[in-house]
């Protein structure tokens, strides 16, 4: 059976962040030797990112059911455009709850390590976030309970937390791989052309 990742978009999400999960994610399902399948989701019916790109999502937020899905993906964002409005809202709070008590992978970049920490399932458990304005937001998820390492990317169990927009492609890969093989994420970076190797 085909894997299916929902990506969680918040208000004021950060595009780039998202666009590493479409695109990754679509290139396994285009040219990977195991497609997964992509949805968005969101608290809105249509959505400002963070540079003012608006996108709509594909399924309401009330029409998710967990077990039509193997991973929950959020991209960060930033509080002046509205993020935590979605991000800390009580309904995608239980939304992650449920994924880690399914023990379903959960992916995230930068600042979308907190929703995860607000919902209570990293208390005592490993993650990292955004390390800069001094540490601020590395003080908030310590503040729910995570134990906050100064890594770039932190994997705890099935839970994926980053420090910053350019861990997005890693994080995207680690979700792919987490999800198939590394053999899949080979052939998805070959076709993207990370992999310059000849081509065939």
């Known amino acids: 059976m085909t894997k299916k990742v929902l990506l969680f978009l918040s208000q004021g999400f950060e595009a780039y962040e998202a666009s590493v999960f479409t695109d990754v994610i679509g290139w396994s399902r285009e ?3 195991e ?6 989701t969101g608290l809105r019916s249509e959505l400002t990112c963070y540079w003012n790109l608006k996108v709509k999502p594909e399924l309401a937020f009330h029409q998710i059911n967990v077990d039509d899905y193997d991973a929950l ?5 930033a509080e002046s455009a509205g993020f ?3 991000a800390y809202d009580v309904k995608f709070l239980d939304l992650i709850k449920e994924f880690d008590q399914e023990n379903k992978i959960i992916a995230s970049i930068c600042v979308a390590a907190l929703p995860i920490g607000k919902s209570g399932v990293l208390e005592n458990r490993e993650a ?3 390390d800069l304005n ?3 937001r590395r ?3 310590a503040d729910f309970g ?4 100064d890594e770039r990317i932190v994997i705890d169990k099935n839970i994926i937390t980053s420090t910053g927009p350019a861990t997005g492609l890693d994080v995207a890969f680690h979700l792919l791989e987490m999800l198939t093989d590394s053999e899949n994420v080979e052939e998805v970076k070959r076709n993207m052309r990370f992999t310059l190797d000849e081509l065939k």
């Open 134 to 136: 001094d540490g601020k």
């Open 84 to 86: 935590f409005e979605d």
């Open 35 to 40: 497609p997964v399948e992509l949805i968005t």
């Open 146 to 149: 995570a134990i906050v390492r």
């Open 128 to 130: 990292t976030t955004w």
């Open 73 to 77: 993906a959020i991209p960060g964002g």
């Open 139 to 141: 003080r908030e998820l």
């Open 31 to 33: 040219a990977g030797l």
